[in-house]
C-alpha cells in the first residue's frame, strides 16, 4: 500500500505560480512511477506530467514549457512547479502513484487561477 498526501493548492492570478507537493509514504520502494492529473468540473480527469523512478519526465502538450515535475527521493516527494498559470489551468490535482500495477490517489488539491 501507498499513501499520498498533497500540498500546495490554492487561488492564484493568470500568470502566477504555484507548488504543489506529494509526499508518498508505505511501500515506497515499489513506486515505479508518480505524477499529477488534474480534474475540471465536468471533464475527465487528464494527465498533467509524470515522472519514473529512472527520473524519466512526460508532460501534457498543454501545460509544456510552463510546469516543471520533480522529485525528491530523500524526502519521498514528487512537486510540480506550475509558472504562467491561466484561468483553464483551474482543476482539482490529484497525485498518482503507480506500484506493482497498482493505482494509488492522494484526495486531491484545489488549484484556481483567476483572470
Known amino acids: 500500500q501507498v499513501q499520498l498526501v498533497e500540498s500546495g493548492g490554492g487561488l492564484v492570478q493568470a500568470g502566477g505560480s504555484l507548488r504543489l507537493s506529494c509526499a508518498a509514504s508505505?511501500?515506497?520502494?515499489?513506486?515505479?512511477?508518480m505524477g499529477w492529473y488534474r480534474q475540471a468540473p465536468g471533464k475527465q480527469r487528464e494527465l498533467v506530467a509524470a515522472?519514473?523512478?529512472?527520473?524519466?519526465?512526460n508532460y501534457a502538450d498543454s501545460v509544456k514549457g510552463r510546469f516543471t515535475i520533480s522529485r525528491d527521493n530523500a524526502k519521498n516527494t514528487v512537486y510540480l512547479q506550475m509558472n504562467s498559470l491561466k484561468p483553464e489551468d483551474t482543476a482539482v490535482y490529484y497525485c498518482?502513484?503507480?506500484?506493482?500495477?497498482?493505482?494509488?490517489w492522494g484526495q486531491g488539491t484545489q488549484v484556481t487561477v483567476s483572470s
Open positions: 498518482n502513484a503507480v506500484a506493482e500495477r497498482n493505482n494509488y
Open positions: 508505505g511501500s515506497i520502494f515499489s513506486i515505479n512511477a
Open positions: 515522472i519514473t523512478s529512472g527520473g524519466s519526465t
